[in-house]
């Protein structure tokens, strides 16, 4: 793998692939990005070397990366929220309160629509147990949004704890599945985000 940007350096790669599925096949990457310094990185495709010393670059959709030097702070637990949906219209994310002091104040999101100002309300999450821990709920709408097949958001979050301006970022963790889709959807999502068609292009 090949990075444009030499600020980016790949420290640990490799290829798996997966069964077949009908007429498409596929592999997954597995890869470990090191950002030397904090910047804002975008890129939309994948340059792979193989071992016969071929090269070829592949799509992998609109990526924004933004790397900052603030220490992360813990005043949120993330872990109960997805990252990951299939809405083109609402991102919808939860965080749990880990002291009574801590308020959320905004989420700094980078995406190529426009969105609206979050709506955040305080709520609270309850366990299989019963028990229960204050949360906050926060929905933002993009405004004319394009079609999507998925999109994955980690905004950084902004919190005050004890009167104290802090930035929580999203720590995830993994699901082991997958969300049905249609090719229709695959390709429509994709001709969107290509600013055309196949008839106009």
């Not at 969105?115 to 229960?132: D, K, M, N, Q």
């Not at 599945?177 to 106009?200: H, K, R, T």
Request: overall charge negative; some cysteine.
């Amino acid at each position: 793998m090949f990075p444009e940007d030499e600020t980016i350096w790949f420290e640990t790669t490799s290829l798996q692939p997966a069964q077949p599925c009908g007429r498409y096949h596929a592999s997954s990457i597995l890869c470990q990005p090191l950002f030397r310094v904090p910047s804002r990185f975008e890129f939309d495709s994948i340059k792979l070397l193989f071992t016969d010393g071929s090269t070829d670059r592949y799509g992998i959709g609109r990526i924004v990366i933004e790397v900052f030097d603030e220490e992360g702070s813990d005043a949120l637990d993330t872990y109960v929220t997805t990252a990951l949906g299939s809405d083109k219209t609402e991102f919808y994310a939860r965080y749990l309160k880990e002291t009574d002091d801590v308020l959320l104040t905004g989420l700094h999101l980078d995406v190529a629509a426009s969105v609206s100002a979050p709506v955040i309300r305080e709520t609270f999450f309850t366990y299989a147990s019963g028990e229960h821990q204050d949360a906050f709920e926060v929905t933002v709408t993009f405004v004319d949004p394009k079609p999507v097949v998925y999109r994955f958001l980690l905004p950084r979050v902004a919190v005050t704890d004890n009167g104290t301006r802090q930035w929580v970022y999203r720590k995830v963790a993994c699901y082991c599945g997958g969300l049905p889709i249609q090719e229709e959807e695959m390709l429509e999502a994709y001709w969107a985000w290509q600013d055309g068609s196949p008839a106009e292009r």
